[in-house]
């Protein structure tokens, strides 16, 4: 059944990098807005005269926390018309038509084998709203890596927080790389982060540790996440992604 199209209302706007913003919005008719980590909403801009050319579909950035404002954050594409819309028309106080939240892209329940959150760029957005979540309800689970590449450490999206959810959070581990810049953390590409992980677990006669892998971010990426996952010797059923661009 599809959702409804409804109103919501900017009520805050904050850079987080310089080429990326935070958006929240309000859902005034609702009491509170419902969702599941690891959905997305579908905005319709006014930039198009065909529907299909005007929607740009998000992943929610915050957690179900019982009120009726959701965050989205978005990367300024200079190509994109919609994103070239929403940081230059878009300010406190607009209105956004969305409809929302959808999709499969959630955590299993219950979190019985360990999880790794490999993301790129915004596509780290889910995976915040699920390590959140999980620590405000208590949820039990396995180890939770995520894993976040970046050029440089300007780039990094809610660095200083999610070092922080790490410290909160058992077996939560945040893992942060840079593929341009050297700097006190790991450097190189998200790929040997998971591998090196995966290999340690691995029994003395090879057998491989149970595990699930959530992949986000841009399509080069994930295609070779795909790759080297399945190479390790994991079926291609542990593997779930969310495709940005």
């Known amino acids: 059944m599809a959702q409804p199209w409804r109103s919501g209302k900017v009520i805050r706007i904050e850079n987080e990098t310089p080429a990326t913003r935070r958006f929240w919005i309000e859902v005034p008719e609702l009491p509170s807005f419902d969702f599941t980590p690891g959905q997305f909403v579908t905005l319709d801009l006014p930039i198009h005269e065909k529907p299909s050319k005007r929607w740009r579909s998000y992943s929610i950035a915050s957690w179900p926390d019982g009120s009726n404002i959701f965050e989205l954050v978005i990367v300024h594409?200079?190509?994109?018309?919609?994103?070239t819309y929403l940081f230059n028309e878009v300010n406190v106080g607009s209105e956004l038509i969305f409809r929302?939240?959808?999709?499969?892209?959630?955590?299993?329940?219950?979190?019985?084998?360990?999880?790794?959150?490999?993301?790129?760029?915004?596509?780290?957005?889910?995976?915040?709203?699920?390590?959140?979540?999980?620590?405000?309800?208590?949820?039990?689970?396995?180890n939770l890596y995520l894993i976040f590449g970046s050029r440089t450490k300007a780039d990094l999206l809610y660095y200083d927080e999610l070092n922080q959810l790490q410290a909160d959070l058992k077996s939560f581990y945040y893992l942060p790389t840079l593929s341009r810049e050297q700097w006190e953390g790991k450097s190189g590409y998200v790929h040997s982060i998971y591998e090196e992980l995966c290999r340690t677990k691995m029994g003395s006669s090879g057998e491989l540790s149970p595990a699930g892998f959530y992949l986000c971010?841009?399509?080069?990426?994930i295609d070779e996440a795909k790759q080297r996952i399945t190479a390790l010797g994991y079926d291609r059923k542990s593997i779930h992604q969310e495709l940005y661009g």
């Not at 790129?120 to 949820?139: D, E, V, Y």
């Not at 971010?217 to 990426?221: A, L, R, V, Y």
């Open 100 to 142: 929302g939240a959808q999709g499969v892209f959630t955590l299993p329940d219950p979190i019985e084998k360990d999880i790794y959150l490999v993301c790129t760029g915004t596509g780290i957005a889910p995976f915040r709203s699920m390590a959140h979540h999980i620590k405000l309800n208590n949820i039990p689970h396995k």
């Open 77 to 83: 594409l200079n190509e994109g018309a919609g994103t």
């Open 217 to 221: 971010g841009w399509k080069n990426m």
